[in-house]
């Protein structure tokens, strides 16, 4: 089992942290990681948040990928529907050369209402955009002269060098949840990766859906990455005090406040459907991060491996708020005391 990083370089507004401070912690800490044993690098990525939220992840990942020499770096993930795929393509296929083809391109269709109304793209349309876009870019990568006449997109004559260094493409990470989307990830070959809003039982509930149709289609996954919020301290009282206030901001005002608003539906542990931030509490949803000393991390991963086999965990430690300091020491000890548990 491997382990991976995740950033999103949200500053809570109040905090008091420069806005270019957490970018600098990645550039910072990511050479260390990659001696550590990280095997990724990872990037969330939302639109006019007021916290700073990623909004160019592509431009993030090639700072990464030239801090770096063996880790792999990608968008987890990048909302296709709010950019202009050619454009996009050309980014994606420069990236993958910059990096020298250590990029994966995780993507969604997104699902925040204000992203859409403020890129003036009609949020009923963007699960047919977004597979006309990467219809569109997967013509791009060969590096061939195409041309694409689409319900959404043109490209007449176009063409896209360098092509990308892995062939046919760089791997595609579907951030999807909904049966009919599995589906099409099956359909086009994509690996599966979700949410850390949801817990191991639709964990469970999507994987099944996924696997059903890959079994169907003939196809073996190649792998089974899962992202949880994540953070270690010397003991589970340290951790709980460092991480709290970052997880409480999380799950109030991205997935809480989505799910008030009727966007994406965020359930708590016990099950019951999130309709208004205000109720998300840390006890609420404690069974889906990890959050504690050596031990506990432990002992909660073998939990994941028990019910899902993941093939990566792809761990938040610099979640909105905490100090880039904080977060190496987390991601020291994780390294150290945890990561040998799992070879």
Excluded at 272 to 279: F, G, I, P
Excluded at 329 to 338: G, I, Q, R, Y
Aim: hydrophobic share 40%.
């Amino acid at each position: 089992m491997k382990f991976g990083l995740l950033f999103a370089y949200q500053n809570p507004p109040g905090g008091g942290i420069p806005w270019q401070e957490p970018y600098s912690d990645m550039l910072a800490c990511l050479p260390r990681a990659e001696a550590l044993g990280y095997s990724s690098a990872f990037q969330a990525s939302h639109h006019v948040q007021k916290d700073g939220f990623c909004p160019s992840p592509l431009i993030a990942m090639a700072g990464a990928a030239a801090v770096t020499e063996q880790m792999r770096i990608g968008t987890s993930v990048l909302l296709v529907p709010l950019y202009a795929p050619l454009k996009l393509a050309e980014d994606v296929a420069t990236l993958d050369n910059l990096s020298n083809g250590r990029f994966v391109f995780g993507v969604a269709p997104g699902y925040v209402s204000e992203e859409f109304t403020a890129h003036a793209v009609p949020r009923e349309e963007r699960v047919a955009r977004f597979e006309e876009a990467l219809d569109l870019m997967t013509a791009a990568w060969t590096g061939e002269p195409f041309d694409f006449d689409g319900k959404y997109y043109k490209a007449p004559g176009a063409r896209v060098t360098p092509p990308t260094v892995q062939r046919p493409h760089p791997p595609i990470w579907y951030g999807v949840s909904a049966a009919s989307s599995l589906r099409r990830a099956v359909k086009r070959r994509a690996v599966q990766i979700m949410s850390p809003r949801h817990g191991i039982a639709e964990l469970k509930e999507h994987y099944a859906a996924y696997d059903a149709a890959a079994k169907e289609a003939g196809w073996q996954p190649p792998e089974r990455p899962i992202i949880r919020q994540v953070f270690i301290a010397e003991s589970t009282a340290r951790a709980e005090e460092l991480a709290t206030p970052a997880i409480g901001y999380l799950y109030r005002e991205l997935y809480g406040a989505a799910s008030a608003a009727g966007d994406r539906v965020l359930r708590g542990d016990d099950g019951r459907v999130v309709e208004e931030s205000d109720t998300v509490a840390f006890e609420g949803f404690k069974r889906r991060y990890i959050i504690g000393d050596p031990d506990f991390a432990i002992a909660e991963i073998k939990k994941y491996q028990a019910e899902l086999n993941p093939s990566e965990m792809i761990c938040w430690m610099h979640m909105p708020g905490i100090k880039g300091a904080d977060a190496a020491e987390s991601m020291e000890l994780f390294a150290k005391h945890v990561m040998p548990e799992f070879g």
